[in-house]
């Protein structure tokens, strides 16, 4: 099994993270535009460095960007083997002959971090600082690694996924809601109980400051996926049940436990993938930051 700092064995999860590179692999492609359009003054072909590269649906989306502009290189960054070699595999299947994709296996609480790393044009990291002890430090060790004139891009909060109807059929009405409540109180404690975890009790865009870095700015995008949605869709919402429910089992009661096990069940008639109701629905944040020239 495949854990870092936050406890996660992520290699059970490549088959959701696929999943969801797949789902939101238009929206992906648009924040790939605009990030990659931030570059067009680079007097040379951009490095692009994914940190925390997952399954590579981001890496893949920079890549095709990047080719259609003129070529590039992707440099995927991991902790977890399994997931660099599939995002390795799905990037260099887009990347073609004009971007180089290259893969670094490498914690990003390293504090050698900018040793192994190319100097980057632009440092995307989704969902990656606040799996690390302490999230400033991680923020000025990506800081490091920049080119001058180079952009940092944290993907980092938003607004909680939606994806069941407020009254499910089973249960109580609200599921969803106390499902979000779960989750949080499962974060709260992850954080609590990871070692050497250090509070950042400042918003995205002063660790920025923090950091060192100028220009600090932040956009959003919507992933919407309405009902009735596509089976892809469908699986990705059992996806977000299955690990939402598995990390905050202790966080619910029984009968919200025992619905959802029949939400997950296949065999059972309530199984969500079933449902022509089910959507997904979320907002993210990108929070910008640039080194100076």
Do not use: K
Request: hydrophobic residues 45%; glycine residues 8%; charged residues 25%.
């Amino acid at each position: 099994m495949a854990h870092t700092h936050d406890g996660i064995d992520w290699d059970e999860r490549l088959t959701a993270l696929r999943r969801a590179d797949e789902v939101s692999a238009a929206v992906d492609r648009r924040v790939a535009e605009r990030l990659v359009g931030m570059l067009a003054s680079r007097a040379e072909p951009p490095v692009v460095v994914d940190v925390g590269s997952g399954a590579g649906g981001m890496g893949a989306a920079f890549a095709a960007v990047l080719a259609e502009r003129g070529g590039g290189r992707v440099v995927l960054a991991d902790a977890v083997d399994a997931l660099l070699s599939a995002a390795s595999e799905h990037v260099r299947a887009v990347a073609g002959e004009r971007v180089r994709v290259d893969a670094v296996s490498v914690d990003a609480a390293d504090e050698g971090l900018a040793s192994v790393l190319p100097s980057a044009d632009l440092v995307w990291a989704s969902r990656v600082v606040h799996h690390l002890p302490d999230q400033q430090r991680a923020i000025n060790r990506l800081a490091t690694t920049l080119a001058p004139g180079g952009w940092l891009a944290l993907s980092e909060g938003g607004l909680r996924t939606e994806c069941l109807p407020w009254d499910v059929g089973l249960g109580e009405p609200g599921l969803g809601d106390r499902l979000t409540a779960a989750g949080n109180a499962w974060f709260a404690r992850m954080r609590a109980e990871m070692p050497g975890a250090v509070r950042l009790p400042v918003g995205w865009t002063r660790a920025l400051d923090g950091a060192g870095l100028v220009d600090t700015s932040s956009f959003s995008y919507l992933t919407d996926l309405p009902a009735p949605a596509d089976e892809l869709v469908r699986l990705s919402v059992v996806d977000w049940l299955n690990r939402v429910s598995s990390a905050a089992e202790e966080y619910l009661d029984e009968p919200d436990r025992a619905v959802v096990r029949r939400l997950l069940d296949p065999a059972d008639e309530a199984y969500v993938a079933r449902r022509d109701d089910v959507f997904l629905l979320s907002a993210t944040t990108v929070h910008l930051g640039r080194r100076s020239a």
